[in-house]
């Protein structure tokens, strides 16, 4: 009987540092900003918010032993850029290569298990292509969009990610996604920005649930109003999208990540600091 206990008791603890060893972490990387000088597309007017600039972020998220990438910001062909004017009224900079931030914390893309990206727009997968020996994990109603009908989209640019389009590191998902199988890390489908646009839910145990927002909301005017941009795919899906993401951040008690936000980048502490 003593044995016994012992046995329990060893099992249990080493349960215990399982679970502790499995939460996640997330680290947050500077991958570029967008000025704009006109906000008319994205559904609002100039008078109605002063924000001109966008945070790009990337993501990695560390689970155990498994790593997922989140987001792959501006592309890494303007890394060194500093207000380029891309088109009349839109200046990106990009100071460092998110490459060269990994590396910080002693990654390479090689370490990085999983990718997924909130959806297909430049300035979300513009490190794709160095994780093309990783999973990666898309709405099925994205890879049609973006690798099967690319043409019927404008803003799709698949040189950006054509290095992807190996189907044996291709994992289709339709609804939400337990990406590690023990549901601290869920991809929740979104559409409406784009086809199979997905944001992403980490239950990190100090700082709490987070949701990061992918294109969900470019501006906290957008999310306060339900103020859709002109070119999302889908107008009544992204206001659908809305309504479920709210009701679930409720639900979860996360707090809403907005990824372009400059006011929360600020705030936030990046890599290789992290949240847990």
């Not at 560390?62 to 990438?69: M, S, V, Y």
């Not at 891309?86 to 990718?115: C, F, H, W």
């Not at 289709?172 to 920005?193: E, K, N, R």
């Amino acid at each position: 009987m003593r044995l016994s206990i012992t046995l329990i008791a060893l099992v249990f603890a080493g349960a215990l540092s399982m679970s502790a060893s499995a939460a996640p972490r997330v680290y947050v990387f500077n991958c570029g900003s967008i000025n704009i000088t006109d906000v008319a597309s994205f559904g609002l007017t100039n008078e109605e918010t002063d924000v001109r600039d966008l945070f790009v972020p990337c993501y990695l998220i560390e689970n155990g032993d498994q790593r997922l990438f989140w987001d792959g910001g501006l592309p890494l062909s303007l890394v060194g850029s500093k207000d380029l004017e891309l088109e009349p009224g839109m200046k990106v900079s990009y100071p460092r290569s998110v490459l060269d931030q990994l590396q910080d914390i002693n990654l390479t893309p090689a370490d990085i298990d999983l990718v997924a990206f909130s959806h297909f727009h430049f300035d979300h997968i513009g490190a794709a292509g160095a994780f093309a020996d990783s999973t990666l994990l898309i709405n099925k109603r994205e890879y049609t969009a973006a690798f099967l009908q690319a043409d019927q989209y404008e803003i799709f640019d698949p040189s950006l990610y054509s290095k992807l389009a190996d189907a044996d590191r291709i994992e289709l998902t339709d609804a939400d996604y337990d990406v590690f199988g023990d549901g601290s890390v869920i991809l929740i489908s979104a559409p409406g920005h784009t086809p199979g646009h997905q944001v992403l839910l980490v239950k990190l145990e100090n700082t709490g649930p987070i949701l990061l927002s992918g294109d969900l909301y470019h501006f906290e005017f957008n999310r306060r109003h339900q103020r859709v941009p002109a070119f999302n795919t889908d107008k009544a899906q992204t206001l659908k999208a809305m309504q479920k993401i709210e009701q679930r951040l409720e639900a979860e008690g996360a707090t809403l990540w907005l990824e372009h936000s400059q006011a929360l980048a600020d705030s936030l502490n990046l890599a290789p600091a992290f949240y847990d």
